[in-house]
């Protein structure tokens, strides 16, 4: 599929009872396997926020045992945060409105301004003095890492790394909007390190969340992120 066109993802209904039996008394499958597209690959993040308002919800990383055709098996989870303005399809997300976009999105690299935990295997960027995220819609370096700030890239419009050190301890790109970004749908979405609050548009996780997820994710076995809310047959859009 080229990059940039949507693909409409289902999340089956019972999203709403994840981890619950059904009235049979089986157990109900495990989200991943609930879902019509995963990426492709054998890991997959799922970040479910308890509503589409909600800053609250929890994140998970699946590992798909045996191949393709293999089982998910949760392999770790943890508390998360979202934006302080909800969900929001990632189709139709406005930038500034400290929204959480939906969707199925690839994860480019890591980077953080500490070292990488022992065992990370993902590329993964050293912040530097002079790393910037530009999210200037004028600027030709829009939703990109930069060294240095161009000079089309106003500070005011720009993530200066180093100085979240806090939430970017280390993180990983979303790949919202990355491929072919579109001004004025924002830029710059992680997942990091909780900083105590709702985000301004980024998923994050307690740092001891975030250090095992580093360390599990592998970049061979090509993991995305699904972020979505429960309920009926939640659409998620796959870019």
């Known amino acids: 599929m080229r990059p940039g066109v949507p693909v409409a ?12 039996a059904p009235a049979g008394g089986d157990a109900s499958p495990p989200l991943p396997a609930r879902m019509a597209d995963t990426g492709g690959g054998t890991q997959l993040i799922t970040a479910v926020a308890e509503g589409t308002g909600s800053t609250t919800g929890t994140v998970t990383w699946w590992d798909r045992r045996g191949g393709s055709d293999g089982p998910w ?8 945060r979202f934006g302080s303005g909800g969900l929001a399809a990632g189709a139709g997300r406005v930038q500034g409105t400290s929204t959480t976009p939906t969707g199925l999105y690839g994860l480019p690299y890591a980077f953080g301004t500490e070292a990488p935990p022992r065992g990370t295997a993902y590329r993964y960027r050293p912040v530097r003095e002079n790393s910037w995220w ?19 890239c106003r500070a005011a419009e720009a993530e ?43 998923v994050s996780v307690p740092e001891e969340a975030m ?10 076995e090509r993991p995305h992120i699904a972020i979505g809310t429960p309920g009926g047959a939640t659409a998620i859009t796959r870019y």
């Open 160 to 202: 200066h790394l180093i100085t979240y050190r806090t939430q970017y301890p280390h993180a990983l790109v979303v790949g919202f909007n990355y491929d072919r970004p579109v001004r004025g749908r924002g830029a710059g979405i992680f997942l990091h390190v909780d900083g105590r609050g709702a985000t301004a548009g980024c």
């Open 73 to 80: 098996v949760a392999a770790g989870s943890a508390p998360a």
């Open 9 to 20: 993802v289902l999340v089956s209904a019972s999203l709403l009872t994840l981890g619950a």
């Open 134 to 152: 530009c999210q200037d819609n004028a600027s030709r370096s829009y939703n990109r890492w930069t060294e240095p700030r161009p000079a089309d």
């Open 211 to 220: 250090r095992r997820i580093l360390r599990w994710a592998e970049p061979g």
